[in-house]
């Protein structure tokens, strides 16, 4: 399968830790997109990395992409309540993972 | 902003009925997705559309067709509804593939499927 995979399934941190998640893919790509998901909703784009760059920053968030070990990880700073959500990553033609539930404690 | 919509949040239907899904954005996106979302399997690709009444199977095509024909609006039908169609159905729209970059989807609140 091409389908990519997040590590670890879950993950539950209190409010204020960073949030790490990480994404790993068989084949070669292009770019590659993270997604959240927030429960019984759509879901809503991330950030996407090209296979050029190494790592992207967007507010509180930061990916960065390893191609040598075709492998993704997604930071996220400061974790807020709001950002309790499941975050899945997307590679080559429109294949996601399973994704990885984030939930913050209070 | 894109917008997404699907026609409803939330169907039941009964076992051997045609279903129809609808799906409208409004930011003349070119390509759009129908996808299933299921407990422990993520999301699964049915059918995607890169322009009006051209359509490409996905993943898992087996027991639903598609419809698209007007750029805006794509449609997914369940020939004959069976139980384990019952699933979370999430469309999606993006702009045209650019070179090999795959654009980022945009994706509508989803439409949860009871098939009784």
């Known amino acids: 399968s091409q389908q990519g995979e997040e590590d670890p399934q879950a993950l539950s941190i209190q409010e204020g830790e960073n949030a790490t998640m990480n994404c790993s893919y068989k084949t070669s790509i292009n770019n590659l997109q993270w997604y959240r998901q927030n429960s019984g909703r759509g879901l809503v784009h991330l950030i996407l990395?090209?296979?050029?760059?190494r790592e992207k920053h967007s507010g509180r968030l930061r990916v960065t992409l390893d191609t040598s070990k075709k492998s993704s990880s997604l930071l996220i700073t400061a974790s807020r309540a709001a950002d309790t959500a499941s975050y899945f990553c997307a590679t080559g033609k429109i294949i996601f993972g399973k994704g990885t539930r984030l939930h913050i404690l209070p | 902003d894109v917008k997404v919509t699907q026609s409803s949040r939330y169907l039941v239907k009964r076992t051997g009925e045609k279903v129809f899904l609808e799906c409208v954005q409004d930011?003349?996106?070119?390509?759009m997705f129908w996808y299933r979302q299921d407990p422990g399997l993520g999301l699964r690709l049915i059918y995607f559309s890169y322009d009006v009444k051209m359509k490409e199977k996905g993943d898992i095509p087996e027991g639903y067709s598609v419809s698209r024909e007007k750029k805006e609006r794509f449609s997914l039908i369940l020939e004959s509804a069976s139980t384990n169609q019952t699933s979370m159905y999430l469309c999606?729209?993006?702009?045209?593939?650019?070179?090999?970059?795959?654009?980022?989807?945009?994706f509508g609140d989803g439409t949860r499927l009871s098939i009784l």
């Open positions: 990395i090209r296979s050029n760059e």
């Open positions: 930011m003349d996106h070119e390509n």
């Open positions: 999606a729209s993006s702009l045209g593939i650019t070179g090999h970059l795959i654009q980022p989807q945009h």
